[in-house]
């Protein structure tokens, strides 16, 4: 946090020996020195310092494969505004990396101390995936008083949780991905399916969205059961999911562990052939393991076709890294710290987290990805900064953001965006 200049206090002008010139002037002279001295200290730019910011995210476990391209996509913000030299009076950022296992609740939450009590940071850029989001929102952060941004956390759960205004997430809930999915089953003309989910709070919040809306419009989902991460042999899940039957098979887990082994176990034993994949299952790590087997399965995630997209892509190849699955997302929650911080003059979350929302949307300038110097500077000088970021964020309702998803399909096992929903 920066720190607090001390003014001087008019007492220390009767010091003889530092202002021998006041007892000739009396006390008018006195007061117009003291004067002169605080306008020469308030004229003085904030004292540079550095601020640090946590990344929390599952590096190891589930979603390995699609960390490092959020992480580079949080840093990316944090190098641009220090590179800057406008944010706060020249400080600087420094992310400080934890891993979350993104599944490992106890793990998470000890990370999460230590990047608070020993690392020093003043905010985390995190968590990932909702049930170690949740863990460490209520055991660690809420209590500490610092404020989480997540990219990824999507359970519907999320958007009532008790949280002192401290939670915010760039990424739409699952209550609306529920929704889009039944739309796509729906167009596809598909009239029933089996549903395998991971058993955590994603899981299952994204499949009583899925069942829910899917219902709702006349489908009718066949068996929704759970499966564990982690396991060697999935064949008993998929006989049970085979036995129950559909026209598609719908994997609302994790696309490095058993979302990934269900799938496998479904393919050996020719029980389905088309497979549904929600946005944990988005990857390119899973049709390369899977194979051409995979071709023609579809799926969502959070995605739009804004211009700050297509801004973030060219920044992240400039800087050697894939704007995969989150990462634009991860930059829109480092950006909207960062932002929060300059309005509220201070890194201290319980000054600046109520500001997110204000910089986020209108009125102000709109602000793109690579801009923001630009926003720091307009808002350093008084003006209204409306971040639209790399996602065309909007945030509503508790912190979180309205958001648009794409639709994607496997096809010579590349993932391909059909359209923006």
Do not use: W
């Amino acid at each position: 946090m920066l720190e607090t200049r001390q003014l001087i206090r008019e007492d220390d002008l009767n010091n003889d020996l530092i202002y021998p010139m006041v007892k000739l002037g009396g006390i008018n002279m006195k007061k117009t020195l003291l004067m002169i001295a605080m306008s020469s200290l308030l004229s003085v730019p904030a004292q540079a310092a550095e601020v640090k910011i946590g990344v929390l995210l599952g590096f190891t476990g589930p979603i390995e494969s699609l960390t490092p391209d959020m992480a580079n996509g949080a840093e990316l913000a944090m190098k641009e505004a220090s590179d800057s030299g406008a944010f706060m009076g020249g400080s600087t950022i420094s992310p400080v990396r934890g891993d979350s296992t993104c599944v490992d609740a106890g793990a998470a939450t000890s990370t999460a101390e230590r990047l608070i009590t020993s690392d020093g940071v003043s905010a985390i850029m995190g968590a990932d995936c909702s049930g170690v989001t949740t863990a460490v929102l209520q055991n660690v952060a809420t209590a500490k008083g610092v404020v989480m941004i997540s990219p990824s956390a999507t359970s519907p759960a999320l958007s009532t949780i008790e949280d002192d205004g401290l939670f915010f997430r760039t990424s739409p809930s699952d209550a609306r991905q529920g929704q889009v999915l039944a739309e796509i089953l729906k167009e596809k003309g598909i009239k029933s399916a089996a549903m395998s989910y991971t058993n955590n709070d994603y899981g299952k919040g994204l499949a009583d969205s899925i069942q829910s809306n899917f219902e709702a419009i006349g489908g009718k989902i066949t068996i929704s059961a759970s499966h564990e991460d982690g396991k060697g042999d999935y064949s008993a899940e998929v006989a049970a999911l085979a036995q129950a039957g559909g026209d598609v098979l719908i994997v609302a887990g994790y696309l490095d562990q058993g979302g990934k082994g269900i799938i496998q176990a479904s393919i050996d034993a020719g029980s389905f052939e088309t497979f549904v994949l929600p946005d944990g299952m988005i990857g390119d790590s899973l049709p390369a393991a899977i194979g051409d087997d995979l071709n023609g399965s579809f799926g969502t995630l959070p995605g739009t076709d804004s211009p700050g997209s297509d801004k973030f892509e060219t920044l992240a190849a400039a800087a050697g890294f894939t704007a995969g699955p989150y990462a634009p997302q991860s930059y829109d929650a480092a950006a909207l710290m960062i932002l929060a911080m300059e309005a509220a003059g201070s890194s201290d979350s319980s000054k600046f987290k109520g500001m997110v929302t204000s910089v986020a949307n209108a009125p102000g300038e709109k602000i793109y990805p690579g801009e923001l110097a630009k926003a720091l500077k307009i808002i350093a000088s008084g003006g209204d900064v409306d971040y639209v970021g790399a996602t065309d964020i909007e945030m509503i309702g508790p912190g979180e953001s309205a958001g648009s998803f794409k639709e994607v399909v496997i096809t010579d096992q590349k993932i391909t965006t059909v359209r923006y929903r």
